[in-house]
């Protein structure tokens, strides 16, 4: 079945850096763009970053923007999210997320991971 | 960016009510929209997109109408499944966003 798995979720000293990582499996990796979205503790939803289905373009939340890196391995069926300079804020459960129909760049959601926690703290 | 604001925030229903919730857009967004469940400790679950659009799987006493800044997910016939929170998303633009989520609670 489809399924998408995240690792690398720990805890970080504020300035610290994290790599996560969310295994695909059951659809074909890599004609689908692909989300990373986070959630703090009690709150909602926020989009943190897109990569398009072939890794040509990616786009970021101004949040995370120069912080955080997304990218993608289609040879591994994995995509990735590289967190440099963490601070308090965050602090939170990331998801991946897969888009709805294959090679687009504007769709739904239809498949999420079970998220991975992130906590930065001293 | 776009900003989506939910309302209400927080709903008390009872099972068999009608339910609706809205969600409104700072600019125009087409038919780009976007349903979600989330139940505690899980990731969301699609339910609608392109505003109107059933996902598979999802069962029919969910549905959404709208257009442009204004849109509605309506729960026909509120289910003990169906106490959870729910969030809107815009994907109109380079910057996905979400609303602040709606709780419905048993009333």
């Known amino acids: 079945q489809v399924q998408l798995v995240e690792s690398g979720g720990g805890v970080v000293q504020p300035g610290g850096s994290l790599r996560l990582s969310c295994a695909a499996s059951?659809?074909?990796?890599?004609?689908?763009?692909m989300h990373w979205v986070r959630q703090a503790p009690g709150k909602g939803l926020e989009w943190m970053a897109f990569?398009?289905?072939?890794?040509?373009?990616?786009y970021y939340a101004d949040s995370v923007k120069g912080r955080f890196t997304i990218s993608r391995d289609n040879s591994k069926n994995t995509l990735y999210l590289q967190m440099n300079s963490l601070r308090a804020e965050d602090t939170a459960v990331y998801y991946c997320a897969k888009v709805r129909e294959m090679a687009t760049t504007f769709d739904a959601f239809d498949v999420w991971g079970q998220g991975t926690m992130v906590t930065v703290s001293s | 960016d776009i900003q989506m604001t939910q309302s209400p925030s927080t709903l008390s229903a009872s099972v068999g009510d009608r339910v609706t919730i809205t969600c409104r857009a700072s600019?125009?967004?087409?038919?780009?929209l976007a349903w979600y469940q989330q139940k505690p400790g899980k990731a969301p679950k699609l339910l609608i997109y392109?505003?109107?659009s059933l996902e598979s799987g999802v069962p029919s006493r969910f549905s959404g109408s709208g257009s442009g800044t204004e849109f509605t997910l309506t729960i026909s016939s509120l289910q003990p499944d169906d106490f959870a929170t729910y969030y809107c998303?815009?994907?109109?633009?380079?910057?996905?966003?979400f609303g602040q989520g709606t709780k419905v609670e048993i009333k």
């Open positions: 998303q815009q994907y109109n633009t380079y910057s996905w966003t």
């Open positions: 990569v398009r289905y072939d890794g040509s373009n990616k």
């Open positions: 392109k505003a109107s």
């Open positions: 059951g659809f074909t990796f890599s004609s689908y763009g």
């Open positions: 600019q125009s967004i087409s038919s780009w």
